[in-house]
């Protein structure tokens, strides 16, 4: 029984759960699929700073862990004698005192919120490579030590940050200076203001205000739309995918409800243009695209006010700015609405299957090794690894979630109106941003937009227990054992959750605790720069 079989039937699975499209089809030229391998452990308290923002403080959704790290920080209730010390004004000797307490677990709330935005943004700061191998799946950790005790996650395809090559682009441009009417330069403030607006926050702990840009409630609305719209005619093309190449069930199923699933998708369509923006933010997008395509001077100059405030207003645990990103929904880790696979006996499933196939290999994933990792992810080694036994299989719910960064503007690359400059060229090496091929070179060829994560993963083997155990030590020193994009033990990436190990067993199945990262969803940018020649001056 071979394991890069079955585990690439799991991720074709996952390639049509991500895409609606069938995993014998390619991806669209525009996107692209990208594994970690394995994958990143995340405890749901980590995205708690994507809900109401990382300045804020607790919400409905996290209060009650807040109110038990304030019950943690006061310590026991009684002292020896039976008296209650949770109301005295000082600290007991037991414990502190509630109002202590609850300043104590402000700041420390405030510092996780802060601490997983600024490693969220690091690990999403990247692009695609534009054809993977193993090593680009690859992640590391880094822990630091004493008082500045943090996990920092880095994650790289193509060992470029996408930040610094859209800032490296702005400043080292030129843009077309056809003088723009005030007439177009009042509809572009006003389609600009559509997209993106600037709102003064107050820091959760030290009451400092200040201002930042962030997208508009327009905007917003748009992207959360927009995203159900999309989830709606993915589950619509796997439903019809499974009636195609599934059980007989899922084609009962099908033949039953595909109705359903079909109008799903047509009323979120409806929805998305009714109440989330759709053809006001889409035509002044287009608008300012157009407009600007002619002098494209005011819009670079914002551009690039818009980098130079997050450089010096977003600085990180050890002084150095990064680039903010978040995910839509921002609860999506504390709430419903994941799909389930569930492979009971994926060897069966094997056997009378006629269209799965290996899906690793147009992914740059290695599914027929077992990954075992040092602490901190680096030494990595692979095991060719099968089966004896008939009897394998896996459980686990999938979502993905859309990345959020108000500083980047991929449109630029879009418009006709810039050319990177001679200084660019030098520095990058390249002519161009995108070529458009497939697989396309240049100096930034796409951008992540999605993420994949799994949570609530079970296999069912009594040959992985029996593995899992002989690797127990391994992993409790700080190492991970990973099958494909799957971790399968390890340890949260994140401070507050160093110590605990996410995975447990029995005799017959393991479980792995919590979520993990596993993979990305790029959108590829087309051809660019692709100056147009009608721009008579260049600045």
Sequence with gaps: ???????????????????????????????????????????ESFFDFAIAGPFAGPTPATLDDFGELVETLMGPAQDGDGNDNRGDAEPSPLGMSRDKAVEEAKRMYQQHLLGCWEQWSRLVDF????????????????RGEGKHKHVSVVYAQNNRRLSRTFADTLRMCEVADDQLTDDQKNLIERMRRLLSVEVEVEDFLTGEKKMETRDSPA???????????????????????????????????WQQSGGIYKRRATEALRDWIANGYKNDIERAQAMISHITGRSMVLWKDNLVQGLDHVENNTTGAY??????????????????????????????????????????????????????????????????????????????????????????????????????????????DTNVHSDGKNPPSGALIGYPTKALFVKDLVIHSSEVVSFMKSQE????????????????????????????????????????KGMQLVGFLSARIPESSNPSPDVKKWA
């Design 1 to 43: 029984m071979k394991l890069d079989d079955m585990m690439g039937y799991v991720v074709d699975r996952l390639y049509e759960g991500l895409t609606g499209g069938t995993a014998d089809l390619p991806l669209p030229a525009n996107v692209q699929l990208n594994f970690t391998q394995p994958g990143i452990p995340f405890h």
């Design 127 to 142: 692009i695609p490579s534009p054809k993977p191998t193993g090593n680009h799946n690859e992640w590391g950790a880094n």
């Design 219 to 253: 905007m917003i609305a748009y992207s959360a739309k927009k995203q159900a719209y999309e989830n709606a005619v993915i589950e619509y093309a796997t439903k019809l995918s499974l009636a195609n190449n599934g059980t007989s069930g899922d084609m009962i199923e």
């Design 319 to 428: 002084g150095y700015p990064f680039y903010p990103a978040s995910v839509i929904p921002g609860a999506f880790a504390r709430s419903g609405g994941w799909t389930r696979f569930s492979e009971r006996n994926l060897s069966r499933k094997m056997s009378s299957s006629s269209t799965s196939r290996s899906g690793g290999g147009s992914f740059g994933l290695s599914l027929g090794f077992v990954t075992i990792g040092g602490s901190g992810g680096g030494g990595k080694t692979e095991h060719q690894r099968d089966f004896s036994s008939s009897s394998f299989g896996m459980e686990f719910s999938y979502a993905p979630v859309e990345i959020m960064r108000p500083w980047f503007h991929p449109d630029f690359f879009l418009s006709r109106g810039w050319r990177p400059s001679a200084g660019f060229k030098r520095e990058y």
């Design 473 to 512: 030590s391994h992993v409790n020193g700080g190492g991970f054992v990973g099958i494909g994009p799957f971790c399968i033990g390890g340890r949260y990436q994140q401070s507050n959750r160093s110590s605990e190990s996410n995975f447990d067993y029995d005799g017959a199945s393991i479980r792995i």
